[in-house]
């Protein structure tokens, strides 16, 4: 019995990844973007991927509430999830390049390209995913100011109805120092297809410089396809 098990385990396994590759090839030579959405926590990127969401039909995925939504569905994986994310332990890139991807392929027959929100988080998740999903198209890092994301994340703690642990001054500036010195080593990566923003500026003088980028991306990807 533990041996069938396990040999329709490693079927499913094969098959998954089979489809993984085949939307990959698909999605490589696809019109559809795919976008990375890099930048600290309070540096703006969800007001401008909700404002790319509007213009363009995109279709939003972040990592988070892909990881929360499985884990309220109660499917064993979710389950599986729940259990390590409770044990404090960080949920393995497989399950989230899973997710992702799974998210990708239902959504692929009606979107008209992909935000990527806050993934990768080190650059061992990008090669990953451009092996096992598909290439990106342009990386958007949102660069601010250390002090205003500090200050912009107390200001939304001090707000909020439910007072968490780690939203203290020391914590917060851990939290950006890590995220800093991963997102360089990705930017690094990913020179040629990074476009940094300075996101310590109004939204829509923000905006204007997405938009600049993404026109500038269709466009390439509408001259391969022709």
């Known amino acids: ?10 079927k499913k396994e094969a098959q998954d990844k089979i489809k993984a590759e085949e939307l990959r090839k698909a999605q490589a030579g696809s019109d559809i973007p795919i976008i990375w959405i890099l930048g600290g926590p309070g540096c703006g990127k969800g007001t401008q991927c ?16 892909l990881l929360r939504e499985e884990v309220a569905s109660d499917s064993d994986k979710g389950r599986q999830l729940q259990a390590i994310m409770t044990s404090g332990a960080l ?6 390049l899973s997710l992702l991807n799974g998210a990708i392929s239902r959504a692929k027959g009606s979107s008209k390209g992909f935000l990527i929100d806050g993934y990768p988080r080190e650059k ?4 990953a995913f451009e092996e ?5 198209d342009l990386v958007l890092y949102f660069e601010c100011a250390e002090e205003t994301m500090k200050d912009r994340i107390l200001a939304r703690a001090n707000a909020a109805a439910v007072k968490r642990a780690d939203d203290n001054e020391a914590t917060i500036l851990a939290r ?5 010195d991963n997102t360089n080593a990705i930017l690094q990566q990913y020179v040629e297809k990074t476009l940094t923003i300075n996101a310590n500026r109004p ?8 938009v600049q980028a993404i026109d500038c ?4 990807k509408q001259k391969v396809s022709a």
């Open 50 to 65: 909700a404002k790319i969401v509007e213009k363009y039909g995109f279709t939003h995925l972040s990592s988070g509430d």
């Open 217 to 220: 991306v269709l466009k390439k």
């Open 176 to 180: 950006l120092k890590t995220f800093k």
């Open 203 to 210: 939204v829509e003088e923000i905006f204007l410089d997405v």
């Open 132 to 136: 096992q999903i598909a290439p990106a």
């Open 124 to 127: 061992g998740q990008g090669i």
């Open 91 to 96: 949920v393995p890139n497989e399950e989230v």
């Open 1 to 10: 019995m533990l041996f069938m098990c396990h040999q329709m385990a490693m």
